[in-house]
């Protein structure tokens, strides 16, 4: 009797179990049959993006990266949600000019992709030489089948929309309620995704997000739709910035460079390089603390070493970054300008007028160029270098690169410099005289391809001899495993890719009259806590030191901020034991170069913000975009109204105001001068006519 009590029981419940699934499946079936022109305009706008990703990105990895396929998602089911607030008759006209709208974001972006190896940008629009480049692609390849295959949406779209007409869909009546239901249910959903795609986000996600120089990156994790989008508002932004406020800045610059001369001021070294060839090397994330470092007794730099040791070396060297990381550096090293306190002057403001180095040395007859191993798109240098005047940009088309040969971000550094010595060397053979910028990039965080940097232990190794007077070698693991362990290696290994450029260099004669001019781009943004490990190892306990031991050395966030210093060198092949070969200790700041370079090769730039470091000398002081500043008696925290002395000199509250207002002074000035495009000499002629005329 039990027996048959289950069995009934169970065959009950199997039984509702399929009615609920079969009820299931016709729901489901209902849905489609219901929200047929809704789903096909969210599965085509993916598609097209996902096939986007799959013709440009070339990896399982990118196109398939779930991620942007849930962006897209959201960003076309809510387009596609607000069309059920239509009556049906009108839905299709609503999803079909929405699904043209997404197939042309989708059809542009891969014309320009075949071009520019990088995805399209609204403010691109506004730069008419871009315009001309992009224009002449097009037509050229207009041909190419690829970038027709998005037609497919609409046409599936169409396709769909002709079977439903058919079944008389369009004729049936929606109240406004069950639209508003239906619409609210359909972004209820989208919502939830929305939610979901939030929270998977990666701290690396959001600020490459927001930074923007990486747009293929920002297309493999958001997609095509939400990167256009990001583009469209970080386009807008500097118009609606410049707007307001031309007077008062116009007025506040001109008063800022009144007094400053038409003309250098001369000191000893005025001149001294004039007519030399010039080498500059964009040291990625090279800082000043490496210098002199030694592991186990092998030097972490060797070929830096030297330089410094050979070489004219500012020691109190600081970069002046701020968002724009490697792209601020290059502003500020070839301007003399901060970086703008919104966006990126290279990504927001490459429209804007700037006095670069290699335009004024153009002026003089020199052969301009620059090179990077990279995506010529990435922080916008296409655009950008050929506005500071470099006449040449080789980027990652003018290189070879194999899988074997790359390292991190791209082609490794010592093949980078490989390939470049034969370029120079062509460059020597048919200009006079020339002036190149060498962009690094393996040393690029997060430092983690050790296997690929060579052998450099960050351990401790020694030699213990035992009681029975045999010996043998014990580590202690100290640096390895930490990120700034794996940094050294890093640094090691871009220092070995610097060493065989010079011999390169040297081998072929390119030397023999080239001034070397180094600057490290930006600090590595290490923890703080493997400085600490490395200031204060305790090898016993293979830990840090307490902080009541004797031999703890403090490393506090002042330690952090000073410790940021980057290396500037200027080094010639015989320049070892002259009178140019020294050490100069004072503070100085990377906008301090066109000033100090221009007197040494005979150019001026009146809008230099900073100074020749041999006419200010110990007087000088570094500011930083945040408003924080340095001198050579104390750095100042601006947002904790604080300092740290860096000597005994007694330190008043009038120096401390007056440096911050000075700060103030200069960073608004600079982000004025960017933002409305004051150096723009014709453009502000033109506006002072119309204010004058008010
Ligand atoms: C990109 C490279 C790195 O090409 O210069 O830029 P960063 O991340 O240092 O700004
Ligand atoms: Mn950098």
Redesign the pocket.
């Known amino acids: 009797m039990k027996i048959l009590k289950n069995s009934w029981k169970k065959l009950k419940r199997d039984i509702s179990e399929r009615i609920r699934i079969i009820k299931r499946d016709h729901l489901v079936r209902e849905y489609f049959k219901n929200n047929i022109l809704f789903l096909t305009f969210v599965i085509t706008g993916v598609l097209n993006s996902t096939i986007l990703r799959f013709l440009c990105m070339h990896s399982v990895e990118n196109y398939l990266s779930w991620k942007a396929v849930l962006a897209d998602t959201v960003v076309v089911s809510m387009i596609g949600a607000f069309g059920y607030l239509l009556k049906p008759k009108d839905r299709f006209a609503y999803y079909f000019g929405f699904c043209l709208f997404l197939t042309g974001i989708c059809m542009v972006n891969s014309v320009y992709y075949t071009f520019y190896t990088s995805f399209a940008s609204v403010s691109m629009l506004s730069l008419t030489q871009y315009i001309g480049d992009v224009g002449d692609a097009v037509v050229e390849n207009v041909l190419q089948l690829k970038d027709l295959i998005y037609v497919i949406a609409p046409l599936i779209l169409i396709g769909i929309h002709l079977k439903l007409k058919k079944k008389n869909y369009y004729k049936r009546v929606e109240l406004k309620s069950e639209r508003r239901k239906r619409t609210f249910k359909s972004l209820s959903v989208t919502g939830a995704l929305l939610v979901i795609f939030l929270v998977t986000l990666s701290s690396l996600d959001v600020s490459r997000f927001f930074k923007q120089?990486n747009k293929e990156y920002i297309v493999m994790r958001f997609g095509i739709y939400v990167y256009q989008a990001n583009d469209l508002v970080a386009s807008v932004q500097p118009k609606v910035n410049s707007m307001f406020g031309y007077d008062k800045a116009s007025r506040e610059f001109n008063d800022y460079f009144a007094n400053v001369s038409e003309k250098p001021e001369a000191n000893q070294y005025t001149n001294i390089f004039e007519g030399k060839n010039v080498i500059v090397i964009h040291a990625?994330?090279m800082m000043t603390n490496v210098i002199g470092l030694r592991f186990n007794d092998q030097e972490v730099t060797p070929t830096l070493n030297r330089l410094s040791q050979d070489g004219m070396y500012f020691s109190n060297f600081y970069s002046q970054v701020s968002v724009?990381?490697?792209?601020d550096s290059e502003l500020t090293y070839n301007t003399s300008l901060m970086p703008t306190k919104s966006g990126t002057a290279f990504v927001s403001y490459s429209n804007r007028e700037y006095i670069g180095i290699p335009t004024l040395l153009n002026e003089k007859g020199y052969y301009t160029f620059s090179m990077?191993a990279?995506?010529a798109d990435?922080?916008n240098r296409r655009a950008m270098h050929k506005n500071l005047g470099y006449q040449r940009f080789y980027s990652k088309v003018d290189y070879k690169v194999d899988k074997e040969n790359m390292i991190g971000?791209g082609l490794s550094d010592k093949e980078f410099f490989k390939q470049s010595v034969d370029k120079i060397e062509k460059i020597n053979q048919k200009h006079d005289k020339w002036y190149g910028l060498l962009?690094m990039?393996t040393n690029?965080t997060p430092f983690s391809e050790v296997d690929k940097y060579g052998e450099f232990p960050v351990d401790i190794k020694e030699t213990i001899t035992n009681e029975d007077g045999t010996t043998e070698e014990v580590s202690y693991p100290y640096m390895e495993g930490t990120k700034l362990g794996n940094y050294f290696k890093s640094i090691h290994y871009a220092d070995s890719a610097l060493g065989e450029f010079i011999d390169g260099l040297d081998e072929r004669g390119l030397l023999d009259n080239t001034v070397f001019v180094l600057y490290g781009?930006?600090d590595a943004r290490l923890p703080k806590k493997d400085y600490n490990r490395l200031y204060n190892y305790n090898k016993e306990t293979d830990s840090v030191l307490e902080e009541e031991d004797p031999n703890y050395r403090v490393f506090d966030s002042y330690q952090y901020e000073l410790g940021r210093k980057v290396p500037f060198i200027i080094w010639t092949k015989n320049m070892k034991d002259t009178s140019l070969n020294f050490e100069n200790s004072n503070v100085m700041g990377m906008y301090d170069v066109v000033p100090t370079l221009g007197n040494m090769f005979g150019f001026y730039n009146k809008y230099a913000l900073g100074h020749d470091i041999y006419n200010i000398r110990e007087k000088n002081i570094v500011v930083f975009p945040n408003g924080n500043w340095v001198n050579n008696n104390l750095y100042y925290n601006s947002q904790k109204a604080a300092y740290l002395p860096l000597t005994e000199t007694p330190i008043s509250e009038e120096e401390i105001a007056e440096n911050t207002e000075y700060t103030n002074k200069l960073l608004d000035v600079s982000n004025n001068i960017i933002v409305f495009d004051l150096l723009n000499e014709d453009k502000n002629k033109e506006l002072k006519e119309v204010s004058d005329n008010k």
């Open positions: 120089w990625e994330s724009g990381t490697s792209s990077h990279n995506n990435f922080w971000l962009i990039l690029h781009d930006h």
